[in-house]
């Protein structure tokens, strides 16, 4: 399907959300790397420049908003696709990552581990 193994990066401070993903992800065949804040997860990417990145925006520190605009405004990383994976579905917070390119948009309560393999998998076609 791909030339590559599809590499993941996920930034998320919760730890057993992290987890779960981590096995899901991996078994799903995807390469994982987690970072369990903002910061790091801007490290992260610029070290490893993954395929894809996974981002909650409620962390503390640096949120996802944040993030979203570092990496918007990084020549480097601005077209890594990008899927908000959080539980904050505020009007608010849709519109404020609707000012940034992302790719989609998920609630974590309402999706399943396999349904954002399968999204990831439609992006990375795209």
């Keep these: 399907m791909f030339q590559h193994q599809v590499r993941v990066c996920l930034i998320d401070d919760d730890p057993s959300f992290c987890e779960i993903y981590s096995v899901a992800l991996r078994e799903a065949g995807f390469v994982l790397s987690i970072a369990n804040?903002?910061?790091?997860?801007?490290?992260?990417?610029?070290?490893?420049m993954p395929d894809i990145i996974l981002l909650d925006l409620n962390m503390p520190g640096?949120?996802?908003f944040e993030?979203?605009?570092?990496?918007?405004?990084d020549p480097s990383a601005s077209k890594i696709p990008v899927i908000v994976l959080?539980?904050?579905d505020r009007d608010d917070a849709i519109r404020e990552?609707?000012?940034?390119?992302a790719d989609f948009f998920l609630v974590k309560a309402l999706t399943s581990p396999k349904e954002v393999a399968d999204i990831i998998r439609e992006v990375m076609l795209s």
Excluded at 37 to 48: H, S, T
Excluded at 67 to 73: G, H, I, K, M, W
């Design 37 to 48: 804040d903002g910061e790091g997860g801007l490290d992260l990417v610029r070290r490893e």
């Design 62 to 64: 640096k949120n996802g």
């Design 67 to 73: 993030v979203l605009r570092e990496l918007s405004a």
């Design 86 to 88: 959080s539980n904050n």
């Design 97 to 101: 990552v609707g000012d940034f390119r």
